[in-house]
């Protein structure tokens, strides 16, 4: 024996004001949604936003290099920038122009945006650079931090000139890069070239030639003999050789020591250090 088909269900919503658009349902602006964790609750027949997946699917057009367009959902930028928040709707009639950044830049952006998610994020240093200047030029702050650590994690890692050069806080402003880059510079053989002085600018040049002297000036160090052999010279007796100021060939100059000096030299008391 069938049971009988059951009745359809039917939903009553209370009457709705006569002068909306829809008949049906009152559409909230999103300065009135309420608080709730549950955001979407049909109550009283009237319909709210959700307050962050409620996407309006708007298009904006940028021009780039002065005769590249680009045309991009606005959501993905806005949501992640307060500088591109600030830019009016583009078209192709009238785009919106992109200054201090070239298009190959600006693509490789938008690739990150698009297809990041989906586990192809950039795989090179240069492209991770690119996006560390974007991100620090159209203030996106969750994009530039994963920049800094994706450019961390290569090997070899970036000499200290490039990493100083990148650090400073009239380029990315990455504290955390510039007081180990210091010491590097300080500790290793080689004195500061030509070439790494046109990076670095005069006045951290100046600065690393002043901590490289003070460390070495204030270091003490023993003669290879000495050192494989402690205090005694290489028959028992009394020490080798008296202690002599300067890293010798064999060692750098202690990295407490040179730690402390580069403080002292681009971070004095009145500063604050990184």
Known sequence: MSLPPHPPLVLSLPPTPTDMVDPLFVLLPPSSVPTSPVMAICHSGKLVYHSEFYIKDDMTV??????ILFR????LLDRESDVFRSYPAGSDEN???LQDVTSE????????????MHGDAPESRDEWMTLLSLSTLFKMPRIRNRAIKAIELFDPPLDPVCRIALAIPEKHDIQEWLKP?????????DPISEHDADK????????????RE???KLAVRKPASDMRHGQMGLFGGGPAYPPIPGPGPDLPPDMELVERIVTEVFWPPQNKTP
């Open 200 to 211: 670095l600018g005069l006045n951290i040049t100046v600065g690393i030639f002043h901590a």
């Open 105 to 116: 830049e600006f693509a490789t952006l938008l690739k990150y945006f698009y297809n990041g």
């Open 214 to 216: 003070r460390s070495r």
């Open 72 to 75: 991009v959902h606005r959501y």
């Open 62 to 67: 940028f021009l780039v290099d002065n005769q």
């Open 95 to 97: 785009p919106v122009p």
């Open 181 to 189: 880059a210091y010491v590097e510079l300080c500790r290793r053989d």
